[in-house]
Nanobody
Framework: VQLQASGGGLVQAGGSLRLSCAASGRTFSDHAVGWFRQAPGKEREFVAAIRWGGGDTYYGDSAKGRFTISRDNAKNTVYLQMNRLKVEDTAVYYC????????????????WGQGTQVTVSS
């Protein structure tokens, strides 16, 4: 399984970005695809997740009300739409795939992408 995260970049506070996580190598049924982020000097933090099959979504506190996770089954791709970005959203964002019932812990995920940098300027 390979995960390719993309879509990061530099944006001003209040702006938007859409991250993509393209999966290849296999298809997923009940797996969850999650987004995590890690800022310099901080631990990796859960952002959002989506169940590939039913489409159930989950959000960390930092993402609620501003970020939206979605999937495109035909493209085997999960998206993270990030709106009203804040300086504190600056981090490397990683996508991951796992088949655990738990979605907000790194240990629940088996495959990880390489990360994409998001930088929000003031």
């Amino acid at each position: 399984v390979q995960l390719q995260a993309s879509g990061g970049g530099l944006v001003q506070a209040g702006g938007s970005l859409r991250l993509s996580c393209a999966a290849s190598g296999r298809t997923f049924s009940d797996h969850a695809v999650g987004w995590f982020r890690q800022a310099p000097g901080k631990e990796r933090e859960f952002v959002a997740a989506i169940r590939w099959g039913g489409g159930d979504t989950y959000y960390g506190d930092s993402a609620k009300g501003r970020f939206t996770i979605s999937r495109d089954n035909a493209k085997n791709t999960v998206y993270l739409q990030m709106n009203r970005l804040k300086v504190e959203d600056t981090a490397v964002y990683y996508c991951a795939v796992g088949d655990s019932n738990i979605v907000d812990r790194q240990s629940a995920y088996d495959y990880w992408g390489q990360g994409t940098q998001v930088t929000v300027s003031s």
